[in-house]
């Protein structure tokens, strides 16, 4: 065979079943290809004989003629009106695609496999897939795993999942603080707390307001961290909560200036260590920088002057 | 016998039972006493001493309340008093006396002790009342350190050693001390436990809450599930029986036969004779 020639690495026994599935192919293409004799493509044969060839190249390690069987099987399979096997094999296409280091192409087979899963009428799954997918790629382009990320959450949302978007949230937080991108992470959180407090999560929710305030603190901006910290407590659970006794201990702290003092309350508090680690860390290495900057001195009021009597 | 006789033989009587002549001792006492400063001390606080048990039990058999707590100051008074001449007492207790036996000076400090305690012994409506311990309830077990609410008399407040912190309070200080910081890092060591716990509990719940409706949702789709196999079940076994029952067997024997006797038949009519 031609191609066994390409590949001198693979093993004897492996070959029987590599041209089988290369005959597989043969025979499905021919299958679906319009040509003069064919006019109408036959998915319903030709599609199990893709997947059978797509899993045999992966066994194999082939993995670009496993994708493409995959394509081809996931084609198939809405041709035939059953997007959720088709969804199925995108993701496989994707993951592959991954392995490959196509990034662009591990992005838009994901975003294909979820559209498939919303064709179903299952967001869920959907935005399982796009979940699996950012997490695909956000080593190499976490913007768009941000993008990705961020739609799921929507989603889930739209469909009155929150619970089920609060691992989303958590990947994009942690994402953001990798980035950092405090802002946007605080920001995050406080939309965290929001859908928690839709699904009545107090745990989760108090955790999540607690958690913004740490990075706002984190990013040595006190005025943001107490207006988070104003903001959140209006809601009565955080208030009451330990996570908000915590959170007044720690900017009564800050508003003492003193550093030991916050160290204190980072180290013998009971909550923080709690908190997701990525924030445990942040606030271990609380205060950030010097505190001098963090309290800017304010001009001076001079201008109501007590002994000017106009 | 003769007048000098008898003379003779009284004093000899006389010197040999002296010691049983009272008024003679009384005389030689007070020969004695009259250079004993300690025992005439002595015999003026016994003398305080009956005056004032004299008035505590006036004290004791009055009725009028005012009238008792006016003898009762006075008997205070006069045990004041009488203390007060104790140490006078123990230091002319302690001087040699010509005179007396050895025993007997020996005995004197004993003799002040017991005085002073019969003092003590005087009720006075202080402490009268308030002789027994607080514990009630432990009446028959003496501690070594009774606890009393309000025995403390005010000349014993006036002594400067009163407040100064003796070895046992001091020890008592820092084992009280040692023993709070051990509970309270016992009592921390509970609190992060707690806390831990608390938060554990709180995460199982929303995860419990997160899944209730999944499980809810599969639930349904497997009961659907198996209605729908049921049903499949049903139909196939109605199917197979349709198809292999014995009746419909035996049909489709006969009819084989009846065509293989119409082929044979008509084979042998066609075959060429």
Known sequence: ?310 | MSVIDILTRVDVLCKKYEKYDLDRQREEDAAVSGRDEFAKLYAAIEADIEATLQKAEEAKSEKDRATVATLNSGVRRSKAAIRAEIPKLQKLAVKKVKGITKEEQASRPDLVEELAARIDEISDGITGNLQNPMWGGKAGVSKPMEIRVDTMHPDDLMRPEHFEATEESTGFRQEFQARKTRQDQGLDVIAEGLATLKNMAGDINEELNKQAPLIDEADNKIEQAAADLKNTNVRLKDTVTKLRSNRNFCIDLILITIILGIAGYLYSVLRPQ
């Open chain 1, 1 to 310: 065979m031609a191609e066994s020639s390409k590949r001198p690495h693979s093993a004897p026994s492996l070959d029987p079943r590599l041209t089988h599935a290369h005959q597989l192919v043969r025979k499905a293409d021919k299958l679906t290809t319009l040509s003069f004799f064919n006019w109408w493509p036959d998915w319903t044969q030709a599609t199990p004989l893709y997947e059978q060839a797509a899993t045999a190249y992966k066994l194999a390690k082939m993995l670009e003629e496993a994708k493409t069987c995959y394509e081809k099987a996931a084609t198939g399979q809405e041709r035939l009106s059953s997007p959720w096997t088709a969804g199925k094999h995108m993701e496989s296409a994707g993951a592959l695609a991954k392995e490959l280091g196509r990034i662009d192409e591990t992005v838009v087979l994901y975003r294909r496999a979820s559209e498939l899963f919303l064709e179903c009428g299952k967001a869920q799954p959907s935005a399982d897939v796009l979940g699996r997918g950012a997490r695909a790629v956000e080593d190499e382009s976490p913007e768009v795993a941000i993008r990705m990320y961020l739609d799921a959450c929507a989603m889930l949302e739209e469909d009155g999942r929150e619970q089920m978007a609060f691992d989303t949230y958590r990947a994009v937080v942690n994402l953001y603080i990798k980035l950092n991108r405090f802002k946007d992470a605080a920001a995050l959180l406080v939309r965290w707390g929001q859908a928690a407090d839709k699904c009545h999560a107090t745990q989760s929710q108090c955790k999540a307001y607690l958690s913004a305030i740490i990075v706002h603190l984190y990013d040595e901006d006190l005025k943001q961290a107490q207006q988070c910290y104003n903001d959140c407590s209006q809601m009565d659970v955080f208030y009451k909560s330990d996570q908000g006794e915590t959170a007044e201990k720690l900017l009564s702290a800050y508003g003492e200036e003193s550093s030991d003092e916050i160290k204190h309350v980072v180290d013998s508090s009971y909550i923080i260590p709690h908190l997701d680690h990525m924030i445990v860390r942040l606030a271990k290495q609380l205060p950030k920088g010097e505190l001098k900057t963090i309290f800017p001195v304010e001009p001076s009021d001079d201008k109501l002057n007590e002994d000017d009597l106009t």
